[in-house]
């Protein structure tokens, strides 16, 4: 076992007597005591996004007493939230998430200062909203924003704690650029990009949006996050840094992985368009869709001319039980990519592939395209966007 890192943050000056009662339970814990609560009480933490991470991570954290919390969160509370968000409640819908969690995290402890950053992470002022805070928590959910915090926290100095899941998946590590060395002397540092050097290809990794997480998930992940915010803050235990957490919530097993500062990883120097750098589409697929994209009341006016049309529905048979446009045929964007599904395309009308939101359904229109069906489109925003202007009473997932 490495030594432990040195503790993040110096210690308040003191704790109050309305302080001293609230933390009583932390206080008689001889490895944290008054000491750790001193340096809880005088940190700083930014965490980035209110969502299925960020919501269990803020409560605790709050609850923890940690001095001030600064939020990252420009969305707003959607009714899909609550079966994860658990920051969020049945009257906070439509409401914007930062000020729902600054709401929810006063009525847990009113004593914990909130910062709201009511905007999209960008580049330009990334590294500036972390040299203010002493660790950044990231619970974001797509590849460009992980990235974005890596670079953004290894120019600014400055240690994360990172989360993922998905379905019944998780994964969680500490990334420390500048991390002091061990006692033996040997260095500690190293960043997101030395687990991943590149992001995956465009439309690999579905979003939870996409696939699916099992809500409470988000608690078992989050937990991880809080205590390894909490250990870094008060320099208890043996942190992730060096390690991933790769947690399986169906067969209930916790691994971890040795990660390794990786020699190839390039030094981060600046931030750069990190939508590029990831990708929502491959060139591939995003040549395909050219030309061959149709809104929804276009499809809508082309189902109506009389002309023959197949609408191919490209989502998992879960979803197609969910919803589906009325006259659609399912068949799944796997089969399509594994071949089979190519058999039962239609021959005699062009297809019009749709999915949720128009990722999958490009995707597909560049596999059905190779495989001689030139004609064929796909409907821009999928059935989301299908639904919001043409069947706003459809139920929507």
């Given at each position: 076992?490495?030594?432990?890192?040195?503790?993040?943050?110096?210690?308040?000056?003191?704790?109050?007597?309305?302080?001293?009662?609230?933390?009583?339970?932390?206080?008689?814990?001889?490895?944290?005591?008054?000491?750790g609560q001193k340096r809880l009480k005088n940190a700083r933490v930014l965490v980035i996004g209110a969502g299925g991470l960020g919501s269990p991570?803020?409560?605790?954290?709050?609850?923890?007493?940690?001095?001030?919390?600064?939020?990252?969160?420009?969305?707003?509370?959607?009714?899909?939230?609550?079966?994860?968000?658990?920051?969020?409640?049945?009257?906070?819908?439509?409401?914007?998430?930062?000020?729902?969690?600054?709401?929810?995290?006063?009525?847990?402890?009113?004593?914990?200062?909130?910062?709201?950053?009511?905007?999209?992470?960008?580049?330009?002022?990334?590294?500036?909203?972390?040299?203010?805070?002493?660790?950044?928590?990231?619970?974001?959910?797509?590849?460009?924003?992980?990235?974005?915090?890596?670079?953004?926290?290894?120019?600014?100095?400055?240690?994360?704690?990172?989360?993922?899941?998905?379905?019944?998946?998780?994964?969680?590590?500490?990334?420390?650029?500048?991390?002091?060395?061990?006692?033996?002397?040997?260095?500690?540092?190293?960043?997101?990009?030395?687990?991943?050097?590149?992001?995956?290809?465009?439309?690999?990794?579905?979003?939870?949006?996409?696939?699916?997480?099992?809500?409470?998930?988000?608690?078992?992940?989050?937990?991880?996050?809080?205590?390894?915010?909490?250990?870094?803050?008060?320099?208890?235990?043996?942190?992730?840094?060096?390690?991933?957490?790769?947690?399986?919530?169906?067969?209930?097993?916790?691994?971890?992985?040795?990660?390794?500062?990786?020699?190839?990883?390039?030094?981060?120097?600046?931030?750069?368009?990190?939508?590029?750098?990831?990708?929502?589409?491959?060139?591939?697929?995003?040549?395909?869709?050219?030309?061959?994209?149709?809104?929804?009341?276009?499809?809508?006016?082309?189902?109506?001319?009389?002309?023959?049309?197949?609408?191919?529905?490209?989502?998992?048979?879960?979803?197609?039980?969910?919803?589906?446009?009325d006259g659609a045929e399912l068949i799944p964007k796997s089969a399509i990519e594994a071949g089979d599904g190519l058999s039962k395309f239609p021959?005699?009308?062009?297809?019009?592939?749709?999915?949720?939101?128009?990722?999958?359904?490009?995707?597909?229109?560049?596999?059905?395209?190779?495989?001689?069906?030139?004609?064929?489109?796909h409907l821009q925003g999928g059935i989301v966007a299908w639904a919001k202007q043409l069947e706003p009473d459809m139920v929507m997932y």
């Amino acid at each position: 076992m490495s030594s432990p890192l040195p503790p993040l943050v110096e210690p308040a000056a003191e704790l109050t007597r309305e302080e001293v009662a609230r933390y009583s339970r932390h206080l008689i814990i001889p490895d944290l005591g008054v000491e750790g609560q001193k340096r809880l009480k005088n940190a700083r933490v930014l965490v980035i996004g209110a969502g299925g991470l960020g919501s269990p991570t803020l409560l605790y954290l709050a609850a923890a007493g940690v001095g001030t919390i600064g939020i990252v969160e420009f969305d707003v509370v959607d009714e899909s939230n609550l079966q994860r968000q658990i920051i969020h409640g049945q009257s906070d819908i439509g409401r914007p998430k930062a000020q729902s969690a600054r709401d929810s995290i006063r009525e847990v402890n009113p004593l914990v200062e909130v910062r709201l950053h009511e905007f999209r992470l960008e580049p330009d002022r990334a590294v500036i909203l972390f040299k203010q805070y002493d660790l950044i928590i990231d619970g974001t959910d797509n590849f460009a924003t992980r990235y974005l915090v890596n670079d953004a926290a290894v120019l600014a100095g400055k240690p994360y704690v990172w989360g993922s899941i998905y379905r019944f998946e998780g994964q969680v590590s500490v990334f420390w650029e500048d991390a002091p060395a061990d006692e033996a002397g040997n260095e500690r540092g190293l960043n997101y990009r030395d687990l991943y050097p590149e992001p995956p290809p465009p439309g690999m990794v579905p979003s939870c949006a996409e696939g699916g997480v099992l809500g409470i998930l988000c608690a078992s992940i989050a937990s991880v996050m809080g205590t390894e915010a909490i250990k870094l803050i008060t320099g208890i235990g043996e942190s992730l840094l060096g390690r991933l957490m790769v947690y399986d919530a169906l067969d209930m097993t916790y691994r971890t992985i040795k990660i390794r500062k990786d020699p190839d990883t390039p030094k981060i120097t600046e931030l750069i368009d990190y939508d590029e750098f990831c990708g929502v589409v491959s060139d591939e697929v995003a040549e395909a869709a050219v030309d061959s994209t149709v809104t929804p009341r276009e499809l809508r006016e082309m189902l109506d001319s009389g002309k023959k049309y197949a609408l191919i529905d490209v989502r998992e048979p879960v979803e197609w039980d969910i919803n589906h446009i009325d006259g659609a045929e399912l068949i799944p964007k796997s089969a399509i990519e594994a071949g089979d599904g190519l058999s039962k395309f239609p021959q005699d009308r062009v297809p019009v592939l749709y999915c949720k939101t128009g990722v999958r359904s490009a995707e597909a229109l560049a596999v059905i395209k190779k495989a001689g069906f030139a004609d064929a489109l796909h409907l821009q925003g999928g059935i989301v966007a299908w639904a919001k202007q043409l069947e706003p009473d459809m139920v929507m997932y």
